[in-house]
C-alpha cells in the first residue's frame, strides 16, 4: 500500500499498487500558451479531462457532468453573478464577483465553481478533481 491522497476520495483513502500504476502524467501544454480563463480538454485513456487557468492557477476536472454526462467543462466560463443587498434588504442590483468563476455545462447549465468543482446550486456535489503539476513550462494532469 502507497499513502497518497486519492482526488475524489477522503483524505484517509490509500491508493493501491494497481491504482498507482494506472495513474500517468497527461501532457495539458505550455504554461506560458495559457492566459487566464483558457481551458483545454485532454484525454487520459477514456477518460475526458477539463483543465482551466483562472486568476494564475490551475484547475482539473473531469469532463463528465453530475447531471446527465454532458461535457462539463466545454461550456461557458463566466464570473459567479451576485446580489448587492443594501442594509434595509433591498436590492442594488447584480454584478460579477471578483473571487468566484464557474464554468456552466452546456447541455442543461449545471453550474460549477471553478475553484473546486462543487455544483453552484448543490455543492455536496462535486467533479472529480484531477491533480496538476508544472514541470518548467509545461503542464501535466495526474489522471
Ligand atoms: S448534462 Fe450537464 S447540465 Fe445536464
Redesign the pocket.
Known amino acids: 500500500m502507497l499513502a497518497f491522497a486519492h482526488p475524489n476520495r477522503s483524505r484517509e483513502t490509500i491508493f493501491t499498487r494497481e491504482d498507482v500504476a494506472r495513474m500517468a502524467e497527461k501532457l495539458v501544454g505550455k504554461a506560458s500558451e495559457f492566459k487566464d480563463g483558457d481551458r483545454r480538454i485532454v484525454f487520459a485513456g477514456n477518460t475526458e479531462i477539463g483543465v482551466f487557468k483562472d486568476r494564475g492557477e490551475f484547475h482539473a476536472y473531469s469532463n463528465y ?1 453530475l ?4 461535457p ?1 467543462c466545454e461550456g461557458l466560463i463566466i464570473a459567479k453573478v451576485e446580489e448587492k443587498i443594501a442594509p434595509d434588504r433591498t436590492s442594488k442590483g447584480m454584478y460579477f464577483s471578483d473571487t468566484e468563476t464557474h464554468f456552466v ?1 452546456p ?4 453550474e460549477y465553481d471553478i475553484k473546486t468543482g462543487e455544483c453552484v446550486s448543490d455543492r455536496k456535489l462535486k467533479l472529480r478533481k484531477y491533480k496538476v503539476v508544472q514541470k518548467g513550462d509545461e503542464v501535466y494532469v495526474i489522471a
Open positions: 457532468c447531471h446527465q454526462g454532458g462539463a455545462c447541455w442543461h447549465g449545471y
